[in-house]
Protein backbone atom coordinates (compact mmCIF):
# COMPACT_ATOMS: atom_id res chain seq x y z
CA UNK A 1 0.00 0.00 0.00
CA UNK A 2 2.87 2.19 1.32
CA UNK A 3 4.85 1.26 -2.26
CA UNK A 4 1.67 2.25 -4.25
CA UNK A 5 1.31 5.76 -2.44
CA UNK A 6 4.96 7.01 -2.96
CA UNK A 7 4.86 5.42 -6.61
CA UNK A 8 1.74 8.26 -7.42
CA UNK A 9 3.24 11.01 -6.07
CA UNK A 10 6.90 10.27 -8.00
CA UNK A 11 4.32 10.26 -10.64
CA UNK A 12 2.71 13.33 -10.26
CA UNK A 13 5.99 15.51 -9.25
CA UNK A 14 7.23 14.18 -12.70
CA UNK A 15 4.15 14.97 -14.64
CA UNK A 16 3.83 18.72 -13.05
CA UNK A 17 7.74 19.15 -13.72
CA UNK A 18 7.02 18.09 -17.16
CA UNK A 19 3.91 20.60 -17.25
CA UNK A 20 6.81 23.34 -16.37
CA UNK A 21 9.85 22.23 -18.46
CA UNK A 22 9.82 22.23 -22.13
CA UNK A 23 12.63 20.06 -22.41
CA UNK A 24 12.46 17.38 -25.19
CA UNK A 25 9.15 18.53 -26.28
CA UNK A 26 9.08 18.61 -30.37
CA UNK A 27 6.84 21.46 -32.01
CA UNK A 28 5.79 22.40 -35.17
CA UNK A 29 7.38 25.02 -37.42
CA UNK A 30 4.67 27.16 -37.84
CA UNK A 31 4.38 30.96 -36.80
CA UNK A 32 1.01 31.11 -34.85
CA UNK A 33 -0.32 34.84 -34.64
CA UNK A 34 -3.86 36.32 -34.41
CA UNK A 35 -4.84 39.70 -35.21
CA UNK A 36 -7.93 42.17 -34.36
CA UNK A 37 -10.16 43.56 -37.32
CA UNK A 38 -12.64 46.25 -36.90
CA UNK A 39 -15.63 46.57 -39.00
CA UNK A 40 -18.73 49.28 -38.36
CA UNK A 41 -22.38 48.13 -38.39
CA UNK A 42 -22.50 47.82 -42.22
CA UNK A 43 -19.40 45.01 -42.12
CA UNK A 44 -16.87 48.08 -43.74
CA UNK A 45 -13.48 48.05 -42.11
CA UNK A 46 -12.63 50.66 -39.62
CA UNK A 47 -9.19 52.32 -40.37
CA UNK A 48 -7.24 53.02 -37.35
CA UNK A 49 -4.76 55.66 -37.14
CA UNK A 50 -2.73 53.58 -34.41
CA UNK A 51 -3.36 50.95 -31.81
CA UNK A 52 -1.16 49.52 -29.10
CA UNK A 53 -1.54 46.27 -27.12
CA UNK A 54 -0.82 46.36 -23.55
CA UNK A 55 -0.03 43.34 -20.89
CA UNK A 56 -2.95 44.29 -18.57
CA UNK A 57 -0.73 42.95 -15.24
CA UNK A 58 2.93 44.83 -16.34
CA UNK A 59 1.73 48.15 -18.28
CA UNK A 60 4.31 46.73 -20.90
CA UNK A 61 3.43 48.01 -24.39
CA UNK A 62 3.72 44.60 -26.68
CA UNK A 63 2.98 46.60 -29.30
CA UNK A 64 6.57 47.37 -31.53
CA UNK A 65 7.56 43.89 -30.75
CA UNK A 66 4.07 42.44 -32.51
CA UNK A 67 4.38 45.03 -35.19
CA UNK A 68 8.08 43.73 -35.81
CA UNK A 69 7.67 40.40 -35.80
CA UNK A 70 4.79 40.24 -38.44
CA UNK A 71 4.91 38.82 -41.81
CA UNK A 72 3.06 41.80 -43.22
CA UNK A 73 3.03 45.86 -42.71
CA UNK A 74 -0.13 46.75 -41.00
CA UNK A 75 -2.90 48.80 -42.60
CA UNK A 76 -4.36 51.38 -41.71
CA UNK A 77 -7.48 49.00 -42.57
CA UNK A 78 -6.58 46.21 -40.61
CA UNK A 79 -5.88 43.56 -39.17
CA UNK A 80 -3.79 44.70 -36.20
CA UNK A 81 -1.36 42.22 -35.29
CA UNK A 82 -2.36 40.88 -31.30
CA UNK A 83 -0.02 38.13 -30.24
CA UNK A 84 2.43 36.00 -31.87
CA UNK A 85 4.79 33.01 -31.16
CA UNK A 86 7.89 35.82 -31.00
CA UNK A 87 6.48 36.35 -27.51
CA UNK A 88 6.36 32.06 -27.17
CA UNK A 89 9.83 31.71 -25.03
CA UNK A 90 9.46 35.10 -23.08
CA UNK A 91 6.04 34.06 -21.70
CA UNK A 92 6.09 30.13 -21.92
CA UNK A 93 3.68 27.81 -20.12
CA UNK A 94 1.50 31.16 -18.46
CA UNK A 95 -1.42 33.13 -19.38
CA UNK A 96 -1.88 36.89 -19.85
CA UNK A 97 -4.43 39.38 -20.00
CA UNK A 98 -3.80 41.67 -23.14
CA UNK A 99 -6.09 45.38 -23.71
CA UNK A 100 -6.22 46.21 -27.46
CA UNK A 101 -6.43 49.87 -27.42
CA UNK A 102 -7.50 51.54 -31.05
CA UNK A 103 -6.71 55.27 -32.18
CA UNK A 104 -8.38 57.81 -34.07
CA UNK A 105 -7.61 61.00 -34.28
CA UNK A 106 -5.50 60.85 -31.14
CA UNK A 107 -8.55 59.76 -29.62
CA UNK A 108 -9.29 56.00 -28.09
CA UNK A 109 -12.13 54.62 -29.99
CA UNK A 110 -11.84 51.06 -29.01
CA UNK A 111 -10.62 49.45 -26.12
CA UNK A 112 -10.91 45.60 -25.72
CA UNK A 113 -9.55 42.78 -23.20
CA UNK A 114 -8.21 39.41 -24.04
CA UNK A 115 -6.97 36.30 -22.64
CA UNK A 116 -4.06 34.66 -24.16
CA UNK A 117 -1.35 32.14 -23.33
CA UNK A 118 1.94 30.27 -24.36
CA UNK A 119 2.96 27.11 -24.09
CA UNK A 120 6.39 24.79 -25.02
CA UNK A 121 5.50 25.54 -28.47
CA UNK A 122 3.22 28.28 -29.80
CA UNK A 123 0.87 30.87 -28.36
CA UNK A 124 -2.97 30.85 -28.22
CA UNK A 125 -6.27 32.77 -27.91
CA UNK A 126 -8.19 31.83 -24.58
CA UNK A 127 -10.99 34.39 -24.88
CA UNK A 128 -11.80 37.77 -26.56
CA UNK A 129 -13.05 38.03 -30.27
CA UNK A 130 -11.00 38.75 -32.62
CA UNK A 131 -13.58 40.22 -34.92
CA UNK A 132 -14.72 43.83 -33.40
CA UNK A 133 -17.76 46.32 -34.44
CA UNK A 134 -17.63 49.21 -33.49
Known amino acids: MLFSFM ?6 KKSQDSQNSC ?5 TQQ ?28 GEDLTQSEKAASFFEYEPGGPYPLYGDVFQDEHQNSERKLVFQGFNGGQEIISHTYTVAADCCHVRLVDGELNLSL
Open 7 to 12: LTQCSE
Open 23 to 27: EGIMC
Open 31 to 58: FVSFSVTLSDSNGNSVPLDDYKVIDQRS
